[in-house]
């Protein structure tokens, strides 16, 4: 069993998607970009306990926070009252925004095709679709299996003045009269469970209704008969009634007082019990202890070191699958506060024991246990369309090598919006250095890559920019190059596949450095260097010659941050004119100035018109 897709309308920030999703998936992208709302959405259709909560949405679920009809009055634009627009006649109302999430679950087992089959269908595993098609022949082939369709619907009940949210079989949707329920009970037997974070292990072993330990007593059909012996015990323990302690006599003295306004009937004798003596108040109260440290003092489960509490969720998860042959287990950032080995280990126990999981992550250990097939990029667009995108990897680009650079190389700009390729190491540390340099230097002209939400990536050489500019350009990322001159051919291949190359006419960029600075500049920066023996004794005075000395020592320290840690040190204009350009056309490119901006923006006119004001004051 596995969700196999999952149309979503009008819920949070996606006004439409479709999204089709393989046995096991690692959903990626920016932040923001839609991933968790994903998570969210198979919640709301399949989660057993989440319409428990009422009301099951709210206005911040609806796209835009959308839910009441729009009214219109006659060609207006402007929207009114719509009782005074009822009263002018010339009213138009438009359909009342619904939240649909119609999900598609293919594979099912021997049970949930008996359970479900008035409304099962069929899914072709091949066409990622439903399959319409009798087969003359009368057999269909193995990628046709059973599916069942489910949709949910959120809305807002002006009769009740509140939100209303309730599952159907899609079927009856569409062929029924009257629309069919996906209860509860059909919801446990789809076995979805969602984990919005393993750091939200707090309530994992209470008795709390949802909860893992919860779980799995529902799973094995344990009904503990513990609730009336514990009641009854707490009822016999009244809290502090050792006068001693003081309070027994306030409370005396309460009473008394208290009889002379009320007779007895009423209520009197004041004191104080451990719990409200009810079963859901005890389901609150209940925690596991575990004993910490060597000692024999027990804390509650919740006051654990986070890594602990993640470690027992999942020991708790394993037992939830084992228990249970079909279970579809959906987490948030199995990363959180885990190691790296944890990490592998989280996503491979759960791969193993669910029939499918769906995990976000932001980890380079977590998604390396994906294959290309299971990673899904998502990208938003502004009009809240969200789409999937897989990743193809370039002719020139092998899949070991993919593999073995994945941490280093790759997956930075998987999970970024915006991917700067540059040609070699060098230009990969040095570049974002000067861009941030620059932001602090003069904040209104420039900022860093990392405000732009740009990663640089290193292409390794000039002949596999191209090649990895189009591998995340049809990942729907803005891709952008650096590099130094390059022959025609080239050139064309990378212009290509990015929106912007930023390319200078040096041969290597020590060369545009050392050629576009100050004597000064490197005079300061040499003079603070410990020199490498063959330079210090090739340069007597490497200050006094610093141009030709750091042209070595750039060599020497190629890819070891000798570049980067000297324009860290630059003034504005101690860099050189092509680099801070090149910081510009970056910004203009991701954040383009406004008609507005340039109407804010003095003229050259008003410019010299305010420094003669200035000079003369």
């Known amino acids: 069993m596995r969700v196999s897709k999952i149309d979503i309308r009008k819920f949070r920030g996606i006004e439409n998607s479709t999204i089709v999703l393989p046995k096991h998936a690692v959903l990626i992208g920016d932040n923001n970009t839609g991933k968790t709302t994903i998570l969210e959405a198979l919640d709301l259709a399949l989660g057993p306990d989440r319409l428990n909560r009422f009301p099951p949405i709210d206005e911040h679920d609806f796209y835009q926070g959308q839910y009441l009809a729009k009214v219109s009055k006659g060609d207006s634009e402007a929207e009114g009252d719509q009782d005074e627009a009822s009263d002018a006649g010339d009213v138009e109302l438009g359909e009342a925004p619904c939240i649909v999430i119609e999900v598609a679950i293919a594979e099912l087992s021997e049970d949930q095709k008996a359970r479900f089959g008035d409304y099962v269908e069929f899914w072709d595993a091949k066409a990622d679709k439903f399959y319409d098609d009798p087969n003359p022949d009368g057999v269909d082939p193995d990628h046709i299996t059973e599916a069942l369709r489910v949709t949910f619907h959120g809305w807002y009940d002006p009769d009740e003045d509140d939100f209303q949210g309730k599952t159907y079989f899609t079927r009856s949707l569409k062929e029924a009269g009257t629309p069919v329920e996906f209860r509860k009970k059909d919801k446990q037997i789809c076995g979805f469970l969602y984990l919005r974070s393993l750091r939200t292990g707090s309530r994992a072993l209470s008795l709390e209704r949802g909860s893992l330990l919860d779980i799995i007593l529902r799973l094995k059909e344990v009904r503990p008969q513990m609730w009336e012996d514990t009641i009854d015990k707490l009822a016999d323990f009244t809290v502090a009634a050792d006068p001693k302690l003081g309070i027994s006599g306030i409370l005396e003295s309460i009473n008394a007082a208290l009889k002379k306004y009320v007779p007895k009937e009423w209520g009197v004798e004041p004191h104080l019990k451990i719990s409200n003596l009810t079963r859901e108040h ?20 919740y006051r654990q070191g986070t890594g602990t509490i993640n470690m027992l969720v999942l020991a708790m ?66 009009v809240g369309e969200l789409s999937q995108q897989s990743i193809a990897l370039p002719a020139n680009l092998k899949l070991k090598a993919y593999r073995q650079d994945f941490r280093t190389r790759f997956c930075e700009g998987l999970l970024a919006r915006r991917v700067l390729i540059a040609e070699g190491e060098t230009e990969t540390t040095a570049f974002p250095v000067v861009c941030r340099r620059l932001a602090e230097l ?155 901006d340039e109407a804010d923006s003095p003229t050259e006119e008003q410019s010299e018109l305010g420094a003669a004001v200035n000079g003369a004051d």
């Open 282 to 301: 005890l389901r609150k109260v209940i925690t596991a202890f575990i004993a910490t440290g060597e000692g024999n003092h027990a804390a509650p489960f």
């Open 317 to 382: 998860l394993s037992q939830i699958a084992a228990d249970k042959q079909n279970v579809i287990f959906a987490m948030e950032e199995p990363e959180t506060a885990i190691p790296p080995y944890a990490q592998k280990r989280i996503v491979h126990e759960i791969r193993s024991l669910a029939s499918q999981a769906i995990f976000t992550s932001h980890s380079p250990y977590v998604l390396e246990e994906f294959g290309l097939d299971e990673t899904v990029v998502l990208g938003r667009n502004a």
């Open 442 to 596: 003069n904040p209104a002209s420039y900022k860093s890559l990392e405000a732009l939400g740009i990663c640089t990536l290193n292409a390794a050489s000039d002949s596999k920019i191209a090649g990895m500019a189009k591998l995340f350009a049809d990942l729907g990322k803005r891709t952008f190059a650096l590099c130094d001159k390059q022959d025609a051919t080239n050139q064309a291949a990378i212009e290509a596949e990015v929106e912007l190359l930023l390319m200078h006419e040096k041969k290597g960029i020590e060369a545009l450095v050392l050629e576009g600075t100050t004597d000064a500049a490197l005079q300061r920066f040499a003079g603070t260097l410990e020199w490498p023996p063959h330079l210090a004794q090739k340069y007597a005075d490497p200050i006094a010659d610093a141009r030709n000395a750091l042209f070595e020592y750039f060599a020497w320290a190629k890819g070891n941050w000798g570049l980067s840690d000297f324009l860290a040190q630059c003034t504005e204009d101690e860099i050189p004119e092509w680099l801070r350009e090149a910081c510009q056309k970056l910004l203009q490119a991701c954040e383009p100035a406004t008609v507005e």
